[in-house]
Each structure stands twice: as structure tokens, then as C-alpha cells.
């Protein structure tokens, strides 16, 4: 009733490629911006703020990543959180060796760091695939583990082996370290999270998305139809690691602020991931951000909400119950979704479209 | 969008509600207190934390609470993983609470920037980061009782009684066992400095986290370099894997020595009698001959409010749970003395803490004389460098093997002292100390 097309008309080519079509759509995602912009730093608790919104937005740009890698291009990564803590370490060298340099601007070039070290790992996808890249990338995460512990370089010597978040400014708001505020981390993780899905958005919509596409759907008749397979592999590899190490680096710097690197970006994260991706939508930018909500959010209201409504549950038993619902999950979902929640949002979509009159 | 629509309004609705309930419980202390109940390290985490929480269940039972006031003692699961630590965290931050115990060095280093903001003293003893002992750089974060640089200095002196002297040392070759992370590589630097003074070697035998479990090539190495002694810095399963190992290349267990975390029952237990001879530094006794032991039996484990099966109560790290009750109690105790108040805050927790002085007398007043070695924090110390002892693993229970050992306090304090001014200078704005000192004389 509300949500539907009648009378809307495509006159322009641009008007027939927009990504949002339906005016209704885009007036939705305005009010979601406006929404996660205006109100939710004002009105969401500390609590809620840093222990699921700030995780939140941090781990969706690196899931975004991992659907480039995995979803679009069909190329599996367990380096994902190796790929994070490139970027935590670039940014956390960038920012000590220059600090006069803004603290936003090191954010987005240690994507670049992650990037390079990304295309360097993703050299063996020319020749292997499935399983044995996922090995592959297996060894890149626990290279890049070994590397965060044994370079002492990286984390400047610190005798306790950790990188510690020193104060940044922005205009003479503190905006990392301990004393910056949470809504003003939480709104410069929020432009990043918009300004990096924008951009993956066009990516994946224009040519090299089409590109990466094909490769995934058949990666001999992409090959066969021109495109070459080593510029569009190595190429998902760089964007989806860069989508990483700026994920990486904001997950230290403006939602941890100082942690044992070495032990935060292991193997589990990685999994974590692409269980986000899986459970999400592989191939779905929509799907990144409910599959990345999915993992943040189902512990903690787990944990925290069910004993705040009444129903006693334990810390230890809700750690085991959300490692069953993810698991269970995961398989559920590949065997009879494989397109994730996205699917079921498009689904639901595709029923409001003819609501109340489906026939 | 939905989800996390969904997702955020529920997690509103749980901070209100968990707001007023914080409201409604204004005549107890809140303490939330980290667990690991679950995870890679449950193995340690599940006796500690049944130790911590049936000592003040016992509290509340047996005197109802510390000085007439209840102690809310609430657990929050972390699973050993800093994303949770911090969610304990913050439950911590809006319950209230007046202590945070994080028990993992990544939470450790990620609340201590916060602490002096969010008005929460932490308290991890014998864990996190070592410099933080300089009292004047961290107010408000205390690791009593030692710090592992003192660790592997009593290391050292306990091969130096065993060989017959420090001049013993002279062309001995003295492994470090330890797990490849920040944890256990913690006493190298203090372990070279030592080497260099009295002309041992020392070799380094990582074990890569993934590795814990197969440790079979270390110890090859470790019968290749023919090394006397070995000083073991693991965590979790890598201990009884170290034990088993050692054992089985024929390296006298006697002479593999554990830091204080590698000393739980668990870690020996499972090697058998190949066990019997395996030491571990430690600062408090095992066993449940102590009045505050049977106390905690006879109101809480007895009663059937224990999460621990009565066997396991009184073993090493069961106890360590205990000691940590003990220090924490006495410092709200502290506290309440100082301020007057009966329901104190966490700035009046901070200034107990600062004045804990744990002699004898204090520590058969707990009801636990000679349970563990005085402890005395002042302003600029809030470690106290307390004195360890060796225990040997008898093939059922754990047998002190040695005196005291005190930590050379002059060699390992310069060192401290020099870690915690590299920490503040790295962290740019670090703030001077403003808070005032407690006279505790």
C-alpha cells in the first residue's frame, strides 16, 4: 500500500542504473541516516553506544571487505583479521611516527597498508581456488598474528607488547584516546562507515563489480569474454583488505582504544567474519550490515538483555548459547539460504510491494 | 536496518531497565567482577572465579556483607576475549561498580586509560601491565602482589639456592618456556639482565599460541641445548602439555618451574605421576585448612550455593580466587574507615586500595594467618613486591618446596619506574597525578 512503485517513471538512463530506484527506498535510507546521525548519539545509552554501536560500525566495514572478497568475487578469505590488525599496526606507526598529521586521515591510509600486504596473499588466487585459497589465506592470518607479536617495531618497543591509542584532535575535540567521548567516536565511525559503503556501493554496481562478478559466476568465461583475471582477482583482494585494515583500524582506535593486538586480531575474529558474511548475504551490501548487527548485537543482548527483562540467564550460558545460534545458524542458512538475511529482507520487500492485495 | 533497529531497541530498553534496578539497590556495594567461565582458559577461570564469588557469598552469609553493608557481587562471562571484557566493562561502569578486576592482560591495558575518567579503580593482581605498579603514574590501577619481572627475578634466586649460590650460575644454561604473546615474553628483559650479572645462558622457547598443545619440537630443543633449569611463563593448556612433554624427553620435572599462573592443580594433574617434582612460584597457600576456607564451606559450599564441587575447594587457583575476596574486602574495609561512608564509591575504593596493608595480624583477623605473605600498598607502590615461595606437585596436591623468596625490590623497581614514564610519555596527555595521598603509616 505504502510501498510501491505505481507512478513512478524512469525517463533518464540515470534514473534507470540508480541503485535505489524506488523513491520510497531512498526515502528510508534518508530517514535510517538521519536517524543513526541525529538521535542515537543523543538518546542511546554509553553502554548500548560502546558495546554495540561502535563494534557494530567498525566490524561492518570489514565484513563489507570480506562481501567484496567472498560474496562478489567468490574468492574465500580467513585472513580477515589479519588483514585488521595491518591496518591497527599501520595507524598506530603512521600516527606515532607523524603525529602532526590528523588521526583521520591515518585511518584511511593504513587501508592502503592492508592493501598492499592483501594483494601480496592474494597472488596464489590466480591458480588455486575454494578450499585450498582459504588455506592459503589461513597462512596469511597467522603469519600476519606471528609478524603483530615477534616485530617489536611495530607496537614501538612497548614492553607490554600492546599499541596504546594516544590522543588525537580534531579540531581541538579529542576524538581518540581515552578522553574523547563516545558519541564523537561514534559519529566519525558512522562517516566512515557511510563514505566507505557509498563507495563499495559504486564498486560493486559499476564495472569492476561486474567484473569481480563474472569472475565469480564463471571465472573461465569471464576470462573468455575479456576480462582478465589477474588485474579483477588481485584487485577484489586490495579493495576487500583495504575495507579491512580501515575496519581494523578504527575497531582499535576509536572503539578498543589500546588492546593486545596480537591476541584481538586471531584466527576467531577472521571466522567471525565471514560467519557475518554467510549469515548476512554473501553479495549483498545490506546483508553485510545485518550479518555484522547479527554478530555484534546477539551476544550482548543476549547476556545483558535477557537478565534485564527478567529471564535469568547466566554470562557462561549465553556464551554457549550464542556459539550454538551462530553455528546452527550458519549451517541452517547456507544449506537453505545461501543468500542470507539479505534474502529474507528482499523477500519481505517483494510482499509489502503487493500488500494487502498479493493477487 | 531492521535487526538492528530491533537490536537497538531492545538494548535501550535492557539499559533502562538495568538503570533502575541499579537505583533500587543503593544500601549494598555493587561489585561486577569478570569470569571466564567459557572459552580456551575456562580451565583457570572456573576455579578463580568460584573462589572470588563463594568468598563473598560467605561475606554476605556469615557477617552480612563487609561492615553492615551487603556486597552486591554480580559475575560478567568475558570469555577471555577483550570485545567482551570491554561490554563487562562498561556493565561495570553502569552498575556502579566500585572495582573493576579484569582478569585479562587486553582487558587490562584497555581499561586503564579510562580509569581515571570513569572514577573506577582496577585492580589486577599479579597480571597486566607491570609498570603499573608506579603508584605516581597510575593512581588508580594496583597489581598486587608481585609483578612477573619480580617472578622471574625469585626464579632466579630459587636456582641459585638449588645450585648452591649465585656464583653457581656461572655457565649455566637457564631456558625461558613461554608462550609467544606479550604475556610470556614479559621477563625476558628482566631474565637478560640477569644472565648478564651473573653469566648464565638464556634460551628462549616460544610456543606460538596455536602451538600450546604440541610442544614436542621445544622440548627437543630444550634436551639439544642440554638447559639446566626451565622457567615456564605459559597459560592454559600449554602447561600440563609443558609438563607431560617434560616428563617424557626425561627432563627432571624438579627443575621445570612454573610462574604462579602455571600452578593450578589442573596443570599438573593430568601428567600422572611423571608430574610428581613440577614447581610453581606462588604467594599464597594451597589447601583448605584455614578458618576463612571453612567458613566459606560451612555457609556457602555446604549449603549447596557453590558453583564448585567441594573437592575442588582449596585447591591453588581456588584459593587464588580467595586471596583476591580477602584484599578486596579488606580495601572496602579500608575505605569505609576512611571516608566514614558505609556504601562507598570507586574514589573511595581507590584511596582503600592505597592504604592496604595486609601484615600477619590483618591476615589472621581475615581468618587466613599465614595463608599468604604480607601486603602493603602505599601511593607511589601499588604493587608491594610481596614475597613467593616454591610449591612442588607431590602427584596429588601442591607441597611448599622452599622459604620465602623476596623479590630484589631495588633491582626491579628502577625498571618499573623507567616502563611507567615510557608509558606516559607515549600516551601524550597522560595526567599528572592530582589525586591526593592517604597518610598510611
Not at chain 2, 109 to 133: E, N, Q, V
Request: contains cysteine.
Amino acid at each position: 500500500m505504502f510501498y510501491r512503485e505505481t507512478g513512478q517513471f524512469k525517463t533518464t538512463y540515470a534514473d534507470d542504473m540508480a541503485i535505489f530506484p524506488i523513491r520510497q527506498d531512498r526515502i528510508g535510507l534518508a530517514l535510517i541516516l538521519a536517524f543513526a546521525f541525529l538521535v542515537v548519539p543523543f538518546v542511546t545509552s554509553d553502554f548500548t553506544l560502546k558495546t554495540i554501536m561502535l563494534p557494530f560500525l567498525a566490524l561492518s566495514v570489514a565484513v563489507i571487505g570480506l562481501n567484496i572478497l567472498t560474496g562478489y568475487t567468490g574468492l574465500i578469505s580467513l585472513g580477515s583479521a589479519g588483514f585488521m590488525g595491518v591496518g591497527a599496526y599501520a595507524c598506530y606507526k603512521l600516527t606515532t611516527i607523524f603525529p602532526e598529521v590528523n588521526i583521520i586521515i591515518w585511518i584511511f591510509v593504513s587501508g592502503f597498508f592492508a592493501a598492499a600486504v592483501g594483494v601480496f596473499f592474494g597472488l596464489p588466487s590466480l591458480r588455486i581456488k575454494g578450499l585450498y585459497l582459504a588455506v592459503a589465506t589461513l597462512a596469511a592470518q597467522f603469519f600476519l598474528q606471528w609478524a603483530f607479536v615477534r616485530i617489536p617495531w611495530l607496537f614501538n618497543y612497548n614492553p607490554s607488547g600492546a599499541i596504546e591509542v594516544p590522543l588525537r584532535t580534531l579540531f581541538g575535540v579529542p576524538i581518540t584516546g581515552p578522553t574523547a567521548s563516545l558519541e564523537v567516536k561514534y559519529l566519525i565511525c558512522l562517516c566512515f562507515v557511510v563514505g566507505m559503503t557509498w563507495l563499495a556501493s559504486n564498486l560493486v554496481h559499476g564495472r569492476i563489480g561486474r567484473s569481480w562478478m563474472a569472475v565469480r559466476d564463471m571465472d573461465i568465461a569471464a576470462e573468455l569474454m575479456g576480462i582478465k583475471l589477474l588485474n579483477a582477482k588481485l584487485m577484489a583482494f586490495a579493495v576487500s583488505s583495504f575495507y579491512c585494515g580501515v575496519s581494523g583500524a578504527l575497531f582499535v582506535f576509536l572503539y578498543l582504544g589500546g588492546a593486545e593486538a596480537g591476541t584481538e586480531f586471531a584466527i576467531r575474529l577472521s571466522f567471525l567474519i565471514l560467519f557475518a558474511v554467510i549469515i548476512g548475504g554473501a553479495g549483498s551490501m545490506i546483508g553485510s550490515f545485518l550479518g555484522a548487527g547479527f554478530i555484534v548485537a546477539l551476544p550482548t543482548i543476549l547476556k545483558f538483555g535477557l537478565p534485564a527483562i527478567g529471564i535469568a540467564i547466566t554470562g557462561a550460558t549465553a556464551e554457549k548459547i550464542v556459539l550454538m545460534i551462530i553455528g546452527a545458524l550458519t549451517i541452517y542458512l547456507l544449506i537453505v539460504e545461501p543468500h542470507g538475511l539479505a534474502r529474507l529482507w528482499q523477500i519481505m520487500k517483494q510482499k509489502l510491494r503487493v500488500w494487502p492485495f498479493p493477487y | 536496518m531492521m535487526f538492528k533497529k530491533l537490536a537497538l531497541g531492545a538494548s535501550v530498553a535492557a539499559s533502562v531497565l538495568m538503570a533502575g534496578f541499579a537505583a533500587k539497590a543503593q544500601d549494598a556495594i555493587n561489585f561486577v567482577h569478570n569470569t571466564y567461565r567459557t572459552g580456551a582458559f575456562s580451565g583457570s577461570g572456573i576455579p578463580v572465579g568460584d573462589g572470588v564469588r563463594d568468598y563473598f557469598a560467605m561475606l554476605n552469609a556469615r557477617d552480612g556483607g563487609i561492615g553492615g553493608v551487603r556486597i552486591n557481587f554480580e559475575e560478567c562471562e568475558t570469555a577471555y576475549d577483550t570485545r567482551r571484557s570491554v561490554e563487562c566493562y562498561e556493565q561495570g561502569k553502569a552498575k556502579n561498580s566500585v572495582l573493576y578486576v579484569p582478569w585479562s592482560t587486553g582487558a587490562t591495558l584497555a581499561a586503564i586509560p579510562r580509569a581515571h575518567i570513569d572514577k573506577i579503580p582496577i585492580f589486577s593482581m599479579g597480571y597486566g601491565l607491570s609498570a603499573s605498579a608506579v603508584g605516581d603514574v597510575f593512581p588508580w590501577v594496583f597489581n598486587m602482589p608481585i609483578t612477573y619481572w619480580d617472578g622471574a627475578n625469585a626464579f632466579i634466586q630459587h636456582v641459585a639456592q638449588q645450585e648452591g649460590g649465585f656464583d653457581k650460575l656461572k655457565g649455566k644454561t637457564i631456558g625461558l618456556l613461554h608462550l609467544d604473546a606479550p604475556f610470556g615474553k614479559e621477563p625476558i628483559p628482566i631474565l637478560e639482565t640477569l644472565a648478564k650479572q651473573h653469566g648464565f645462558n638464556l634460551k628462549l622457547y616460544p610456543v606460538a599460541p596455536a602451538e600450546m598443545q604440541n610442544q614436542s619440537s621445544v622440548w627437543l630443543s630444550i634436551r639439544r641445548d642440554r638447559t639446566d633449569w626451565v622457567y615456564n611463563q605459559g597459560w592454559g593448556a600449554m602447561n600440563p602439555t609443558a609438563v607431560r612433554e617434560a616428563a617424557r624427553g626425561g627432563f627432571p620435572v624438579n627443575r621445570l618451574v612454573g610462574v604462579w599462573w602455571a600452578g593450578g592443580d589442573d596443570d599438573a594433574r593430568p601428567a600422572g605421576d611423571a608430574a610428581k617434582g613440577y614447581r610453581a612460584l606462588n604467594w599464597h597457600q594451597t589447601g583448605a585448612n584455614f578458618p576463612v576456607i571453612q567458613d566459606i564451606i560451612k555457609h556457602v559450599v555446604d549449603k549447596g550455593q557453590s558453583l564448585s564441587p567441594k573437592e575442588k575447594v582449596g585447591e591453588n587457583l581456588y584459593n587464588r580466587g580467595v586471596y583476591q575476596g580477602i584484599l578486596i574486602a579488606e580495601a572496602i574495609r579500608n575505605a569505609q574507615a576512611i571516608t566514614g561512608k558505609k556504601v562507598i564509591t570507586g574514589e573511595d575504593m581507590r584511596r582503600g586500595l592505597e592504604a592496604l596493608n595486609m601484615t600477619e595480624a590483618r591476615w589472621a583477623a581475615n581468618g587466613a594467618a599465614g595463608f599468604a605473605s604480607p601486603v602493603r600498598v602505599t601511593c607511589s607502590d601499588h604493587n608491594s613486591q610481596s614475597a613467593v615461595y616454591v610449591m612442588e606437585w607431590d602427584g596429588k596436591a601442591w607441597k611448599r618446596q622452599s622459604a620465602d623468596i623476596q623479590p630484589q625490590k631495588e633491582m626491579v623497581r628502577p625498571l618499573l619506574e623507567e616502563a611507567a614514564k615510557a608509558f606516559a610519555t607515549s600516551n601524550a596527555g597522560w595526567p599528572a597525578r592530582t589525586e591526593p595521598c592517604q597518610n598510611n603509616s
